[in-house]
């Protein structure tokens, strides 16, 4: 209790340090500043009220035992007490509503995201998965109202693909989408099976949060730029021009490309998005490492060794292994429908975070 009270006090402070922040004239005239310190000012507010309210109610509370205490008249002592039992109540809600406010937010997770799936193990039915994978995120996404920009594939022969990579834009759209970093198993009798026997294949998924120019600066002279013709799907013209541009960062070796465009400067801005986020990822690694050797369900670190989840079709079950959570509606959440398991890993990952801050 008194370690909640002693946060929400701090945080007032902050919140009103940020309220007298917000009228100096030099920070208005910093456009990008000021848009930042005011979107602070107003998530903290909603603590602040909470907390002004908690803080009215534990007073009652002291207001109703004391009346208890010294009242003599049976009627105004049935009253406070009455009183006392709802006040509880609202305390008890009260505080749990301020725990999870207290939870501290990712700043990561406000912002948007490239996704990488690649097939690994399973030859052409992994290649197969890494498309059914792909149509899932594309149907949750529309769900959400997030915008999706495929950035680049390479298709395999059996129809699948080696590799899809997309950006995903919209509010919290890392702090949602996360929880997918890892590797999806699939359990299931592939097309070209005679025997009908079940096949274990298996597909990484990398989430990167997308990294703005503020976060890596990238120098032009380290950059080697390489352009070629596009090849697969997608018109006459994708082997008429050398639309296709690969960069390769020197001083480490990251390679980003991108072919989806019809033109190479689009291809070039989306290849740069792609290698500042998987430069800025590297900066990421030790703050998800240090996280991982924390928590045990390894919820958001992001690592993709980590086998996540599996998809058995012949039982139509779908297993998280990361909290033991199994759901028997398969066709749903390959048609999107992942709303119930994101929810689940963000309460696993939050109950953790409350470990870790004292107020669990």
């Given at each position: 209790m ?30 990008k500043?000021f848009?930042k ?12 009220d ?34 006392l ?55 949750y ?40 970093s ?24 990398a ?14 002279a ?139």
């Amino acid at each position: 209790m008194r370690l909640m009270l002693d946060k929400l006090e701090s945080i007032k402070v902050r919140w009103e340090g940020l309220g007298e922040r917000l009228t100096d004239p030099e920070l208005v005239s910093d456009m990008k500043q000021f848009t930042k310190i005011s979107k602070e000012y107003k998530d903290l507010k909603i603590i602040v009220d909470t907390y002004e309210t908690y803080k009215n109610v534990l007073s009652n509370i002291d207001f109703n035992k004391e009346l208890l205490q010294n009242e003599k008249d049976d009627e105004m002592r049935d009253m406070a007490k009455g009183e006392l039992d709802e006040l509880k109540d609202e305390q008890a809600n009260l505080e749990e509503t301020i725990k999870q406010l207290l939870i501290p937010k990712d700043p990561e997770d406000e912002k948007n995201v490239i996704v990488e799936i690649r097939a690994g193990t399973g030859g052409d039915e992994a290649g197969i998965f890494v498309g059914d994978l792909y149509r899932m995120y594309m149907k949750y996404c529309e769900t959400q109202k997030f915008k999706v920009e495929l950035l680049g594939q390479n298709e395999s022969s059996s129809g699948g693909y080696k590799e899809i990579s997309f950006s995903v834009a919209g509010d919290d759209a890392y702090g949602i989408l996360k929880y997918e970093s890892g590797v999806h198993r699939v359990q299931r009798i592939p097309v070209t099976e005679s025997q009908g026997r079940v096949h274990t294949s298996a597909v990484s998924v990398a989430v990167l949060p997308e990294a703005d120019e503020v976060d890596v600066v990238v120098n032009p002279a380290d950059l080697r730029v390489d352009t070629y013709r596009a090849s697969g799907a997608g018109g006459q013209h994708v082997n008429k021009t050398e639309s296709a541009v690969r960069l390769t960062h020197i001083p480490t070796g990251v390679v980003a490309e991108c072919q989806d465009g019809r033109s190479q400067h689009k291809n070039k801005e989306a290849a740069m998005k792609m290698l500042r986020t998987k430069l800025y990822e590297a900066k990421l690694k030790k703050h998800n490492d240090a996280i991982a050797s924390r928590r045990k369900t390894l919820v958001s670190t992001g690592d993709r060794s980590a086998k996540i989840r599996t998809y058995n079709y012949p039982q139509g079950r779908v297993t998280d292994h990361r909290i033991n959570l199994t759901l028997y509606h398969l066709d749903a959440i390959i048609n999107g429908d992942l709303q119930e398991i994101l929810e689940q890993l963000r309460l696993a990952e939050n109950a953790e975070k409350l470990k870790e801050g004292g107020l669990a």
